[in-house]
């Protein structure tokens, strides 16, 4: 999958706030990974860097309460944001598109971000 990824030359058009499918890849250790074939899980896109990297927070929905899941309503389903699982990716991995949400509350998630690896 990785190399297929790296192939692909097609520029994604992102924005911060959409929700997109994300190829993870196999996870080490406790980092969280996709799943099926393609090792892919949505995520929402909190912030584009330039025109290669993004920075995304992967979905569960598993809704946990423990510190690092924060419950997120997304198309009428409460999942969670897995916010201690946070990470800069390539551009190359994120695929579909599942929804977008609003500015106010991609705010919101970056609040709690901030909140999440104030240090």
């Not at 994604?12 to 996870?27: H, K, L, S």
């Not at 409460?78 to 705010?107: F, M």
Request: aromatic content about 6%; charged content about 25%.
């Amino acid at each position: 999958m990785q190399k297929h990824l790296n192939s692909v030359d097609e520029q994604v058009n992102i924005r911060a706030g959409e929700v997109r499918w994300v190829a993870f890849g196999i996870n080490v250790g406790s980092e969280i990974d996709g799943k099926g074939v393609s090792f892919t899980r949505p995520a929402l896109i909190t912030h584009v860097v330039g025109s290669n990297l993004a920075l995304v927070v992967p979905l569960s929905t598993k809704v946990k309460e423990i510190t690092g899941y924060v419950p997120f309503e997304f198309q009428g389903r409460i999942v969670s944001l897995c916010i201690h699982q946070s990470r800069t990716i390539s551009q190359k991995r994120i695929l579909a598109r599942k929804g977008k949400i609003s500015e106010k509350r991609l705010d919101e998630v970056k609040k709690e971000i901030k909140k999440f690896f104030a240090l």
